[in-house]
């Protein structure tokens, strides 16, 4: 049904349903189905036997015809037997024709998402799962999180995962992996000894971009089927729903038993297909938000979900909870979050909160296209309006990204390379963006996620070799190494919640594309090798995360930490301060960045009385919670680098040290990382 205005929720032409069945409800005994579809004229359910026509013993069950509530616009049926492992489709008659789709609410389907599946969910459980538990921050500021593509994972041989397992769920159970004929950790085993606290996984709910009868292909997956399904191509067998199911708890809780929480990137604002989504199948010109006749497009993938319609809006509310409980997702990063409007998102952050508070929501607050919207600027999710966002809704901080290393794809530079253009920019976001003096468009720093590359765009280290006119992706060059971990120290010694791409802790190259989202996987692939050519750069990350995770403030949620801080610029470096009053932690702490290409005196300050004395526990070679020497005021902060000192009194109080007793770089003792590494690898 085209339509000459753009219609939202408040304007409903039909009737909505409300219930918790939509989909299909399985017992032995029998099973019913539910499709909400109020412009239909007649819906049949078709059962199959096989999930596709090209497989062994392919046939048509049954067809049914389904009744018709107009109260609610649902139709249903009920089938006695047993149908678990039964495929099957609607046929839906409307005044645009008839049409064959999958469930809308599709918990499971065959090969390439032809057919919907009946599973029963509870065969789908791995060992273990009824003791499986989320693994959720005490705040959302604790979070520690690192992106990455499934496929990237493990598909490079260097990952020494089993061949079988490479690019699929599955590698995400392997324990103990190394790089071959080497201890040096990789998947899972690197991930805990870095120290993140959350995997952020690129799209793994079904998408369109691959075949997953021969999962050749490569793609980001942002192409959207069948939300509530997982994605075929990463499971052992996509032939069987009940596989890929199966396989992607296993992750689940393979990643949950090490203490890594997991968190979904959701792309409800498109589908893969307009024309060939089950959504616009169902109900002709309702799903997606529509103009003069014509789909709008903000999402910059020829159309744009309405979000504020009532049917689709309990659809994300619904999908989310269902990705929650039956799969024990710990949070959700949605992409072009702006494309949705904030009463869904709010209504969203309530209904999770039913389940628990602490799950993450966050997402990026912009389109791809504001002309094409279709529903005003002060009804979007972006960063305009995130005063009126739950305080738990988070978003990307791109004024940060920007002001870090410069723009995401060009040979500009950002702070890190010497340019001090962005360096307000920079002052905000290491205030969480919630400073009325520096910049305020957060409510609090959990709304602000801090980071200098995702996905897409250039990889930091790439990003920071185009800004220097490099070419040589392997360099060992001491300066671009150093920009790298100034990036580190302002995205984990900044308010708000840290974020990073995979590798970026070890130079990750994508050979300069910006936008590898179907590139081979000799582009994408994470080259585990580099862990060991770029060793400083990653115990530079692990340090930096340490001292994070020893410092409350660093994490603090609210606006306490932003108003007890004290910036200091000059013009060449940014000092940050903070004080602490959590008992058993260091009393003070104060980051001072240099992006100069000169060294530079630090300026410490604070509105509080400063210590008599201090310890440096980062540098510009190292970092640690544990004192590599002590601070004095002669000292001078080296180019393109970042100094965190602590005060000394508390630390020794914390360690049993003796500031007076320790003469120099050195002196102190540190934890011994070589006796940890062969801890671990036992």
């Avoid at 096989?50 to 497989?55: A, I, L, P, W």
């Avoid at 490079?156 to 040096?184: M, N, Q, V, W």
């Avoid at 991930?191 to 009868?213: A, Y």
Wanted: hydrophobic letters at 35%; one cysteine or more.
């Amino acid at each position: 049904m085209g339509t000459t205005a753009y219609y939202s929720n408040k304007s409903e032409i039909y009737n909505t349903y409300d219930g918790n069945d939509l989909g299909y409800t399985y017992t032995p005994a029998h099973t019913t189905f539910k499709v909400w579809a109020p412009s239909a004229e007649q819906v049949l359910l078709k059962l199959y036997s096989t999930g596709s026509f090209y497989e062994d013993g392919a046939q048509v069950l049954s067809i049914r015809q389904m009744l018709y509530d107009a109260a609610t616009g649902v139709w249903s049926a009920t089938i006695d037997g047993d149908l678990n492992h039964i495929y099957y489709t609607y046929v839906i008659k409307t005044e645009k024709g008839t049409c064959e789709t999958q469930d809308v609410y599709s918990k499971a389907t065959g090969v390439n998402s032809l057919r919907s599946e009946v599973v029963n969910m509870q065969e789908t459980n791995p060992d273990g799962w009824d003791h499986d538990h989320h693994v959720l921050p005490d705040k959302p500021n604790d979070a520690i999180i690192w992106e990455v593509h499934v496929r990237d994972f493990s598909s490079s041989d260097t990952s020494g995962i089993s061949k079988e397992h490479r690019g699929k769920f599955l590698a995400f159970t392997e324990k103990g992996t190394c790089i071959p004929f080497t201890s040096y950790p990789t998947c899972v085993n690197y991930l805990k000894r870095l120290g993140i606290t959350h995997v952020q996984l690129n799209p793994v709910f079904d998408f369109g971009s691959v075949n997953e009868m021969t999962g050749v292909e490569y793609n980001w997956g942002y192409d959207p089927v069948n939300y509530n399904v997982p994605e075929g191509s990463y499971s052992s067998d996509p032939y069987h729903g009940e596989v890929r199911i199966k396989e992607f708890k296993e992750m689940v809780k393979a990643l949950h038993d090490e203490g890594i929480g997991v968190i979904m990137d959701v792309v409800y604002n498109h589908m893969y297909s307009t024309a060939g989504s089950p959504f616009e199948k169902t109900v002709p010109g309702y799903y997606f938000r529509m103009q003069d006749g014509k789909f709008l497009n903000s999402s910059g993938c020829g159309n744009v979900t309405a979000s504020d319609k009532t049917m689709f809006r309990k659809f994300m509310i619904d999908s989310l909870h269902y990705w929650t409980t039956e799969y024990h997702i710990d949070g959700f990063r949605f992409d072009l979050m702006a494309c949705h409007d904030i009463e869904t998102m709010n209504l969203i952050r309530e209904d999770l909160d039913t389940i628990d508070k602490r799950i993450l929501m966050y997402g990026e607050p912009w389109t791809a296209n504001d002309g094409e919207n279709g529903i005003s600027g002060e009804d979007c999710s972006n960063k305009v309006n995130a005063k009126k966002l739950s305080t738990r809704i988070g978003m990307f901080n791109d004024d940060m990204r920007h002001g870090i290393k410069g723009g995401s794809d060009d040979d500009s530079k950002g702070f890190i390379q010497g340019s001090t253009h962005g360096a307000y920019n920079v002052i905000a976001g290491m205030m969480g963006a919630s400073s009325v003096t520096f910049g305020n468009w957060a409510n609090e720093p959990s709304q602000c996620i801090t980071y200098a590359s995702a996905h897409d765009n250039l990889t930091l280290w790439d990003k920071i070799l185009k800004s220097n006119w490099c070419d040589d992706f392997d360099t060992n060059d001491q300066l671009y190494i150093a920009q790298n971990k100034l990036a580190a120290a302002l995205i984990l010694s900044s308010l708000g919640i840290s974020f990073w791409v995979a590798g970026e802790e070890f130079a990750r190259t994508k050979k300069g594309d910006h936008n590898s989202y179907k590139s081979p996987d000799s582009i994408n692939s994470i080259n585990w090798a580099r862990t060991i050519r770029y060793a400083n750069l990653v115990d530079y990350y692990r340090g930096l995360i340490k001292i994070r995770k020893a410092f409350s403030p660093l994490r603090d949620n609210t606006t306490k930490a932003v108003n007890d801080g004290y910036i200091v610029y000059n013009g060449q470096s940014i000092s940050l301060t903070l004080k602490n009053d959590a008992e058993n932690e260091w009393r003070m702490l104060s980051m001072i960045v240099n992006n100069s290409d000169k060294p530079c005196a630090p300026q410490v300050k604070s509105q509080y009385e400063l210590p008599a004395h201090w310890y440096v526990l980062a540098d510009g070679d190292a970092a640690s919670d544990q004192a590599l020497y002590p601070f004095t005021n002669d000292m001078l902060i080296a180019p393109r680098s970042a100094m965190i000192i602590v005060d000394a009194e508390s630390y020794d109080k914390i360690n049993g040290t003796d500031f007076s007793k320790a003469k120099g770089k050195g002196d102190l003792p540190k934890a011994d990382d070589n006796d940890e590494i062969i801890e671990m690898l036992k």
